[in-house]
C-alpha cells in the first residue's frame, strides 16, 4: 500500500503541474493519506477545473479562499470534525468515497459520493470524509469565515479520530 501510495501522490503532482497549479504544500504523511495545498490566487482557475465552472466569488464569505486536494486511502476515515472558521466544498475528482455530516456530535448517515459529485459543509458542520474500497481523491475548497483570523490545519475540532489524535 505504501509503494501505491507514493506512486498516487506522484502522479497527482504531476497531473496538478500539468494543469499550471503551483503546490504550496504537500503532505504525505497523514494517517488516512495525505493532501497537496494550491495557491490560493489560484483558486478561481481551480473551481474551473475540478467544480464545473464555479464561480469563486459566489464562495468568497471572507474574501479568502484556499483549494486543497486529498488523497484518501481505502478503508481508512478522517477525524470525525468541525471548524470554527471555515465552511468547506468537497468535489469527488476520482474514486467513490462515503462522507458523514450531522449538526450534532452523533454521526449522521453514510453517504457516497462518486466522481463530480460535490458536497458543501457549512462552517461547524460535523463531517467526516471516508475512504472506501479504493483510494478517493478530492478537490476541496476553504470558505474563509473569518478575515482576521484565517482557517488553517489547528482549526481541527476534533470529535473522534480513530487514531488517536487530538484537538492540536
Partial sequence: MLVRKKELFESVA?????????IVNRDETRPWGGFFVIDENQAQEFA????????????????????KIL???????????????????????????G??????DEEGDLQQL?????IRLKQGERHRLIGLDDWGIVSEIWQHTDLENPSD??????????????NE
Avoid at 475540478?50 to 479562499?65: C, R
Avoid at 470534525?81 to 469527488?92: D, L, M, N
Fill in 14 to 22: 504531476e497531473l496538478l503541474k500539468a494543469d499550471g497549479f503551483n
Fill in 48 to 67: 474551473n477545473t475540478y467544480f464545473d465552472q464555479l464561480n469563486v466569488d459566489d464562495l468568497k464569505i471572507s474574501g479568502k479562499l484556499s483549494p
Fill in 71 to 97: 488523497i484518501v486511502a481505502p478503508q481508512t476515515r478522517l477525524s470525525w470534525q468541525y471548524h470554527h472558521r471555515r465552511a468547506e466544498i468537497w468535489s469527488v475528482v476520482t474514486g467513490t468515497v
Fill in 99 to 104: 462522507v458523514i455530516t450531522s449538526e450534532t
Fill in 114 to 118: 462518486s466522481a463530480k459529485e460535490t
Fill in 153 to 166: 490545519e489547528s482549526d481541527i475540532i476534533r470529535v473522534q479520530d480513530d487514531f488517536g489524535r487530538t
